[in-house]
């Protein structure tokens, strides 16, 4: 297996009618996979999947399935329904895991992006005169990384969290991160918990969502709910004011 078998795969896919991002998901797949193989001591040589273009003069550069950042690209992903979050808060699959769900509902009350949620400790869940917060800030701990200075921010823990038993979840975690989500190299946290997301929601016929969707809903929900401010949603979602808030993500 040579970069020379993967670049004609590669021209195999297009040749199929493949979309870019599909071929970028099953390179992201493929690379996890070897790079697996790399520390297990199956392969030795250099991962082939990485570097390849999907068309001139664009790198595949390996973010997580549903990770890629709308800011960035200005891409508008459609929010949630309330047919569909009700299809996903019921799955078996969901309620079996119950890391996934609680990074799920803290996504929809919060409207932070996945790796934010997904990179927390511990003692980033904190109480603030009486009221149960989430701290978000870049290095607090190793690891721990902000898209912008804007992004540091205190948020109210919302009651479902509460009312769900978060609070009793982190109570039994030791010191350290809150969740058990290994970190691929040159990705995030949030590269597995969202390709297993994606996968069942693949499963429950929900298309072209991912768990980044979750943001772009409650972003939406708050606007909907015609606050006074726009500076109260772009504080509680870590947006720099005035920038892609409106443009991109209400519905």
């Given at each position: 297996?040579?970069r020379?078998?993967?670049?004609?795969f590669?021209?195999f896919l297009?040749?199929?009618?493949k979309?870019?991002e599909?071929?970028?998901?099953?390179?992201?797949t493929?690379?996890?996979?070897?790079n697996?193989?790399?520390?297990?001591?199956?392969?030795e040589?250099p991962?082939?999947?990485v570097g390849?273009n999907?068309?001139a003069?664009v790198?595949?550069?390996?973010k997580?399935?549903g990770?890629?950042?709308?800011?960035a690209?200005?891409?508008?992903?459609?929010?949630?329904?309330?047919?569909?979050?009700?299809a996903?808060?019921?799955s078996?699959?969901?309620?079996?895991?119950?890391?996934l769900?609680?990074?799920?509902m803290?996504?929809?009350?919060?409207?932070?992006?996945?790796?934010?949620i997904?990179q927390?400790?511990?003692?980033?869940?904190q109480?603030?005169?009486?009221?149960?917060?989430?701290r978000?800030?870049a290095?607090?701990?190793?690891?721990?990384?902000?898209?912008?200075?804007?992004?540091?921010?205190?948020?109210?823990l919302?009651?479902?969290?509460?009312?769900?038993?978060?609070?009793?979840?982190?109570?039994?975690?030791k010191?350290?991160?809150l969740?058990?989500l290994?970190?691929?190299?040159?990705?995030?946290?949030?590269?597995?918990?969202s390709?297993k997301?994606?996968?069942?929601?693949?499963g429950?016929?929900?298309?072209?969502k991912t768990?980044y969707c979750?943001?772009?809903?409650?972003?939406?929900?708050?606007k909907?709910?015609n606050?006074p401010?726009?500076?109260?949603?772009?504080?509680?979602?870590?947006h720099t004011?005035?920038?892609v808030?409106e443009?991109?993500y209400?519905?």
């Amino acid at each position: 297996l040579d970069r020379k078998f993967v670049w004609n795969f590669l021209l195999f896919l297009r040749a199929e009618g493949k979309k870019n991002e599909t071929i970028k998901n099953i390179f992201n797949t493929l690379s996890t996979f070897y790079n697996h193989l790399l520390t297990s001591g199956e392969a030795e040589k250099p991962n082939p999947f990485v570097g390849h273009n999907l068309k001139a003069g664009v790198a595949i550069k390996g973010k997580a399935n549903g990770d890629e950042d709308d800011e960035a690209t200005g891409h508008r992903r459609l929010p949630f329904t309330d047919t569909e979050l009700e299809a996903i808060f019921s799955s078996p699959e969901v309620l079996a895991d119950k890391q996934l769900c609680y990074i799920a509902m803290l996504l929809l009350t919060t409207g932070a992006r996945p790796n934010e949620i997904c990179q927390l400790w511990k003692d980033d869940i904190q109480a603030d005169d009486g009221i149960d917060t989430i701290r978000i800030v870049a290095n607090a701990h190793k690891g721990q990384t902000l898209k912008t200075p804007h992004s540091r921010r205190l948020i109210y823990l919302n009651q479902l969290l509460k009312d769900a038993g978060f609070l009793n979840y982190v109570a039994s975690r030791k010191d350290g991160m809150l969740f058990d989500l290994n970190k691929p190299a040159m990705k995030t946290y949030s590269t597995f918990i969202s390709e297993k997301f994606t996968k069942i929601l693949r499963g429950l016929k929900v298309k072209n969502k991912t768990l980044y969707c979750f943001r772009n809903t409650a972003i939406n929900v708050l606007k909907q709910s015609n606050l006074p401010k726009i500076s109260f949603s772009e504080d509680l979602v870590g947006h720099t004011p005035k920038t892609v808030h409106e443009k991109v993500y209400p519905q």
